[in-house]
Structure formats: structure tokens, C-alpha cells
């Protein structure tokens, strides 16, 4: 929030004084340009399918979490997922996108105070001049009608603040979280997808992220490693083994995210075609070099490869690569794979050995994998595979991975930093945890008065319930 709420405050002033115009595209306006190109059938379906996709990886993040957990929190753990889908789904309409995407061309106005490297303006609030019948007016994707790519957009935002639930589950409220989403979408995702994507200074400084590794798997890693010291360790975390209780839950969630990818990373070309194409092989080769690395690993240094291992390697495989997908060849996307499934795999037994509790290793998945993925793009980014892109450092820029480092560090940063400040804030107004018995007896039943597997709801609770 101490990032968030400035950008929005002066975000507000710039609009009544009539900014949020670079004077490179106000100059251009009053220039004859070439005539755009025609909005396209084929597009507009693939991006419709791939956001489908993406909204999809929700569920499937759903079961991968919640099989993950014990059985007695199952529910709790999904549904953590699934409000994210409600609340986000009613703001992304309401102000996430235009805080994310508009750059408001009105004629006259004038780019004021750098306002529009930060944040987005507020011309498209409740999808005010959001056409579903042409392309947006910045140029963002002009073969698709506007509210096609500002849906793809939406699931991007529903997802990443799932995400960071991993790493507090079993412990955190269920008002605390909701009331995290809220704010953590608007304050941390919206700004940080308008440095990114939304034509903000990170994009301007020439970070690539193709479809959301400082944006989506940074932000939450980190924010999700933040959480996780904030609220503390479960109550029974090293008194007892935590173990999985339904490892087909988590096969199951692995197997919908893979597929949900491709629209993740494939849709994020915002047209069928060839660059769609680069991205839906590298997603195939860099998740299959991932587990396979995660395996072997598993297998040579503790004996036994495991299901959950493997899993885990495809997760962190299709992580590495998100950054890098519109950018880099077949094989470089291999490369990228095998590295961020070892770097993940070390970054799991290096957290059991420092006895943190990020519960499901959502930071050593997402922020480290998101990380590597990120500077590893600044390695093997070609312009022969993508000439809207840069060289990487093996294509003789070395400039290109200072920036992705750069890029890294500031959006870890912002994720950590804001995240902090919303806890803190969201603490002074009610309890970030659960009462310890609530913590032994599980969440399922006390927060959401159901269980997972017909379990019988105590007496008490149910008056208790009544009575609320």
C-alpha cells in the first residue's frame, strides 16, 4: 500500500489536471499514419480460448494446493483460490484494468509529473469506453475488440493473487485473506502490470516479460515469502509431519495448469500465429526439462523420485519459462527449464533446512522460478525469434540481462514492500490468523461450516453459527 496508494492518489490528480499523455504518442497523433490493421476473427478466438485457459488455471491451482494440504483444510485451501476468482472477476470491471492499462489519449492533455510510468489513469473505470467491437485506442492489441484483451487480462489478475495464498494456508483468516485480495490486486498487480505491460518504466527501460514473470510469479512469490513471516509458522509446523493428503489432487492441478499455460503463455502473443507458435514449444519443452531435471535430481540426491516431486518440476519448468516463452528458441527454452527446475528444487530443500514455513513452497516455485526465468531471458532473448524483442546476453547484449536484473529487483521490492504495509493495515482491523483449536481441529469446518469428506460438523459450531 505505501506503493499503491500514492500512484492511485496522484494518479487522480493527473487525470482532473488533464494528463497521462506521453508527448511522443500526442505528436503522433497529430501525424497521418498508416491505416491500422483490421481487427481479426482468428485472433479474437484464439485469445477468447486461451483466456479460458488461463481462468482455468485457477481450479487447478485450486486442487494442486489443496492436495497438498491436510485433509481437514482441503476446502479452506480451495476456496482461497476460488474468491479470488469472485472478488477480482468484479474489480479487474471495475478499476483494476483501467489502473493497469489506461493511458487516456484524450486530445490536449499533456504527460505531467512521470504519473503514467507508475500507474494507469482512471478513464476506464467500470469499462467506460472499453468497445466490444474494436480494438483498443492504444495499440496494446489491435486485431482483437478491446474487452477480448482486457478479459485475457483479467485472468492473469485472478490468478497471481491466488497464488500467494500458498504460502499462508492452514493458519490465515478467511476475512483476512479476502479483504488481501482486494487490496493486493489493486495496490501491488495493477500498478506493477502498468510498469510492465501497460507502457510504464519498466517496459520503457526495455524489461521483456513476455506473459508475467516479474509481473505475475515474482509479485506473488515474493509477496507470498513476505506473508508467510508476517503471520508465522503454523501452530504444529516441525511438531509433526505435514504431509500431502490426496497426492492425485495435486497431479490432477499440475496436469490443468500445464494446460491452462498455453493460453498463458500462447494467448499472451494476442493473435494466431507465428509468435503464438514460439510460445506454446518453449511452455511444451521448458516444463518437460523441468521435471525431468526435478527427477533426476529427486532421484540421485534422496533416493526415490516422487510424484509431487515431478509435479513440482513441470510447475516451476512452465514458471522459468513464462518470461522467456515469445522470446527464445526450442532449445534455449530446454536450457531455461532444466536450470529453473534445479534452482527450484534447491530452493525447496534449502527452505526445510532453514525451518521457514511457506507452506506449499510458494516462493521457492514462483519467486525463484519467476526470477530465474526473468534473468535467464536476458541471456537467451533473440531477435530472430521475436524482432519486437531484444538480443540477450548470448546474442551479444549484455545490456539486456543488467536490465532484467534491474527489473527483478524492483518488482521484488514493490511486491515485498506493499505487501508488508497491506498486512500491517488489514491486522489493525482484524485477526490475520485463526485461533489456535481452530488451527488443531481445521479450517475447513470453522471458517466455511462444511468438510471435504462428509465430516460430521460439531454440535457447538453449528449453534455458534446459528447464533452468528
Known sequence: MVVGLPLVAMAVLSLLSGSFVDPAVAQDAATPAAAPPAMDTGDTAWVLTSSALVLFMTPGLAFFYGGLVRSRNVLNTMMMSLVAMAIVGVTWI????????????????????GIQQFVGGLGWLGLNGVAFDA????????????????????????????????????????????????????????????????????????????????????????????????????KDWMAKPVIPHNVPFVLLGVGILWFGWFGFNGGSALSAGSLATVAFVATTVSAS?????????????????????????FVAGLVGITPAAGFVTPLSAIVIGILTGLACFFAVNLKAKLQFDDSLDTFPVHGVGGAVGAVLTGIFATKAVNSAGN??????????????????????????????????????????????????????????????????????IAFAKQVE
Do not use: C
Not at 289 to 313: F, N
Open 289 to 313: 526439462a523441468a521435471g525431468l531435471a526435478w527427477l533426476v535430481a529427486e532421484w540421485l540426491l534422496k533416493g526415490k523420485p516422487t510424484a509431487v516431486g515431478i509435479g513440482s518440476g
Open 135 to 234: 480494438p483498443d485506442p492504444i495499440g496494446f492489441a489491435p486485431t482483437i475488440p478491446h474487452q477480448v484483451f482486457m478479459v485475457y487480462q483479467m485472468m492473469f489478475a485472478i490468478i497471481t493473487v491466488a497464488i500467494v495464498s500458498g504460502s499462508i494456508v492452514e493458519r490465515i483468516s478467511f476475512k483476512a485473506f479476502f479483504w488481501f485480495i482486494v487490496l493486493w490486486s489493486t495496490f501491488i498487480y495493477s500498478p506493477l502490470a502498468h510498469m510492465v505491460w501497460g507502457r510504464g518504466f519498466l517496459g520503457a527501460m526495455g524489461a521483456l516479460d513476455f506473459a508475467g514473470g516479474t509481473v505475475v510469479h515474482i509479485s506473488s512469490g515474493v509477496s507470498a515469502l513476505v506473508a508467510a513471516w508476517v503471520l508465522g509458522p503454523r
Open 94 to 113: 471495475l478499476w483494476g484494468y483501467s489502473l493497469a492499462f489506461d493511458v487516456n489519449l484524450a486530445e490536449g492533455q499533456t504527460f505531467a509529473q
Open 391 to 460: 538480443n540477450g546476453l548470448l546474442y551479444g547484449n549484455a545490456g539486456q540481462l543488467v536490465t532484467q536484473i534491474l527489473a527483478v529487483l524492483i518488482a521484488a521490492i514493490i511486491a515485498a514492500v506493499g505487501t508488508f504495509i497491506i498486512l500491517k493495515v488489514l491486522g489493525l482491523f482484524m485477526e490475520l490468523r485463526v485461533k489456535p483449536e481452530v488451527e488443531d481441529e481445521g479450517l475447513d469446518i470453522y471458517e466455511h461450516g462444511e468438510g471435504a469428506y462428509g465430516e460430521e460438523i460439531p454440535g457447538e
